[in-house]
């Protein structure tokens, strides 16, 4: 692993190591979560319009879903990252589908077509909360009534004494997967001003405020919640 230095901010162009194992050593449950998203997705994937992976990295989800559903003629798939070096990486990975695209935008201003489902795997997290509104209700205005945004985010916790004892518990995670006490630090320092987490009592309150009509909290492990919203 390249060594991470404490002093430059974090950046997906620029990661560590391989992008799928650094996510994979990083994230609790992460390739879990995707299946999940996967397996939840054949509810609100039809063969029309759009579905929208926001923050899809190298297309791991989208790349996914579309190739279960590529005799879909009509429906589009769209993976949307501002990783040039990621989108670069997910269009050679999934060249061969057809109904799938990738294009390296910033989600918050992208034109977005009319949509069935939009997946946010830990992405708005990395954006202030004014973006993650504007985004939010880009989405909203295009979702198709029932459609749904499959949503998750690493959270600040609702207190003092889960934050503690949670935050505990990740690190363990991570010196479990062989990062060292350094290499944890520098990326703690790597992310200040860079992650901007919510707790989740504001994230299901800006989901509210955006209009959506029912707030599943399906997943959760420590900070890390994965929410289904539907119009
Ligand atoms: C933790 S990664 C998660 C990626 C992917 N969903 C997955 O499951 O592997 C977050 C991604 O969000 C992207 N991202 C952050 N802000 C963004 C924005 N405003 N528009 C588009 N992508 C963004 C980053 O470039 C990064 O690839």
Redesign the pocket.
Known sequence: MKKLSKNIKWS??NMPEP?DKH?SRS?PL?KES?KLIENLSSYYVKNSDYHY??????G??IGSIAEKFNNFDKAKFVG????KH?IKEAKKRYKSIKNLNFVE????KHNFKIINLA?????LQ??PYN?KRV?LKLIYKKLLRKGAAIIFEKTLLEDSYSQEIFSGVYSDFKFENGYSADEVVNKSISLRSVMQSSSSKDNIALFKEIGFNKIYTFFKWGPFEGYLCIK
């Open positions: 997906f162009d992008y996510l994230i992460y995707q992976e926001i923050g899809c990295a190298n791991g989800i949307i990252d501002l990783s990621l935008h910033n989600a918050s997946i946010i795997h830990y992405c990395f954006m973006e985004l």
